[in-house]
């Protein structure tokens, strides 16, 4: 009898061309069947958007004759390939949704700008387990390599363990040899912020304009959080749950009786 | 003795020009000093999305003279509206921050796509006491006035109770006359989602594309919920936190010990 293959998307949010994720489709191949739809063009910092006052392209993309998955460009964010894949263009619901490798950290407080954890999150809406994976390195020549290992053990555990409704998994890879990377920990959500600056610049019509550049601190000293196993050569795994109530603060909240 | 008046930052998702921000205007100008750093254009369904790899343009508008606040048009997202006026408009962190009122409802999962809640929470994250505020009606000519009373009082209340690091207020106002609105609810985001359609249409070049409709679907059947509270006429208000781990899965995650 032989087992039937775990249907598994992969997208992203650097755009379909990205080195990041071309290695995660070769890794998927190895264990799954592979559809990718992923964005057109590089989406970094995009969030959880969504495209709903604009039309939506999404094409085929037309591989060599011998490679055997599909591939789709997508106009939209990363959050719509996700909801685009699902109804108009996969079958039935991926076993496995998986986004990145991204070219750059998205752990601590980057989950909420990401929007490589944003299409994790869209599957993981959708009842599909979905993993981001992460790679600490901006360059778009960065090595993929030492990340193939740990990409595949964690793909394989959530085929195998599962997830439950409403988690997803955000894993970020030190900027590492092979050899360097101690193993994979689990890890809550560093405390941090990006600490905001700006330039100043004018344009040639004389117009102020800015760009933005921040510089990330790190605001938690626990030795449990992302950021400390970044630190310490691990990669880390978060799991990341959607419902954003703040539970701990509801029976102070009502004590208020908000009254002038 | 005088009591200083509050510094209070104002930014919505609907743009600098939308009815919604000039009711919280208005209302806030009743409790404070009001400085306004608002999206040049509409960014509804924008997430948390900020602005990396493109300049963003912020420019003072030219208000009659009888008014006494300053108002700035962005060009950047809603969490890039707030990140600016803290670093370069500005004198000192504000008292309080507030978004909205949103033309739409941001209650339930609608919290992850919004652009209201993004300004609310990237004020959060910089440690400002912030509040958004959605109406549930879509319409460009919703009526504002019923909130007003509301979106005082919960303002009000934020002032004199502050807030706990990590956790910022989601208001959302049923649509429905000010003496059919039944009061304040504090209340916990329900589960729901969106059942994704698309329209799939041909362009006069003969190229596919797609609009995104969706129809919300609430998978919840509790009674402490924000959907619950607002079908009740109920003005909810959900504490939200940006720490997404989900940690009361993080035990069963170590079990794994991630091996093949």
Chains 1, 2 share one sequence.
């Not at 080195?19 to 489709?25: A, K, M, N, S």
């Not at 390939?81 to 949704?97: F, G, H, S, Y």
């Not at 599957?123 to 020549?141: H, K, R, V």
């Not at 959530?158 to 890890?187: F, H, M, W, Y």
């Amino acid at each position: 009898m032989t087992k039937k293959k775990p249907l598994i998307l992969v997208t992203n949010d650097d755009g379909i061309t990205a080195p990041g994720i071309r290695t995660l489709i070769e890794v998927m191949k190895t264990i799954g069947d592979v559809v990718v739809v992923a964005p057109d063009s590089p989406q970094s910092g995009m969030g959880h958007a969504i495209t709903l006052s604009n039309t939506i392209f999404c094409d085929e993309v037309v591989l060599k004759e011998n490679v055997k998955h599909k591939e789709y460009s997508c106009s939209g964010t990363p959050a719509d390939c996700v909801k685009i894949a699902t109804q108009e263009i996969l079958k039935r619901k991926p076993d496995l949704c998986v986004s990145g490798i991204n070219h750059g950290a998205n752990n601590s407080i980057n989950v909420i700008y990401s929007g490589t954890m944003s299409a994790a999150v869209e599957a993981g809406i959708e009842g599909i387990p979905a993993i981001g994976f992460s790679l600490l390195d901006y360059s778009l020549n960065a090595d993929f390599e030492p990340s193939r290992k740990f990409v595949k053990t964690i793909a394989k555990s959530v085929l195998k363990n599962g997830l439950p409704k409403g988690v997803v998994l955000n894993v970020n890879i030190p900027k590492l040899k092979a050899s360097e990377i101690k193993g994979i920990k689990v890890c809550r959500q560093a405390k941090a912020h990006w600490e905001e600056e700006f330039d100043r610049r004018t344009n040639p019509q004389g117009r102020d304009y800015f760009w933005a550049k921040g510089r990330f601190v790190n605001d938690d000293t626990g030795e449990d959080n992302d950021e400390f196993a970044l630190s310490q050569g691990y990669v880390s795994v978060v799991p990341v749950q959607f419902d954003m109530t703040a539970h701990h603060y509801l029976a102070e909240l009502e004590s208020w009786k908000f009254k002038e």
